[in-house]
């Protein structure tokens, strides 16, 4: 009975323990993801000579989230096929 309980216990510490290390790099994943998208908005900036207007930056990088969130739907309700 012992040994079955302490069986237990050590199969949710690993259950825990891979939960904590999916979640960190579901995490990591998705800081990267992001920071691409950003940086590439900022590099077009650059290159169109609108690093210095705000405005024009600020257009790029709210229509590369927005477009980065329909892609995501698109892929999560069609999938890939």
Same mark, same amino acid.
Request: proline share 0%; with cysteine; glycine share 6%.
């Given at each position: 009975?012992?040994?079955?309980?302490n %069986?237990?216990?050590? %199969? /949710?510490?690993?259950k825990?323990?891979?939960?904590?290390? @999916?979640?960190?790099?579901?995490? !990591? !994943?998705? +800081?990267?993801? @992001?920071? &691409?998208?950003?940086?590439?908005?900022?590099?077009?900036?650059?290159?169109?000579?609108?690093? =210095? =207007?705000?405005?024009?930056?600020?257009?790029?990088? /709210?229509?590369? +989230?927005?477009?980065? &969130?329909?892609?995501?739907?698109? !892929?999560?309700?069609?999938?890939?096929?």
């Amino acid at each position: 009975m012992l040994g079955l309980l302490n %069986d237990l216990l050590i %199969d /949710s510490m690993r259950k825990r323990r891979l939960n904590v290390i @999916l979640t960190s790099c579901v995490l !990591q !994943q998705g +800081l990267l993801a @992001l920071s &691409g998208s950003l940086v590439v908005a900022l590099l077009v900036a650059e290159a169109v000579c609108a690093s =210095n =207007n705000d405005a024009i930056k600020t257009k790029l990088l /709210s229509s590369t +989230l927005f477009m980065n &969130g329909v892609t995501t739907l698109l !892929q999560v309700i069609l999938g890939i096929r």
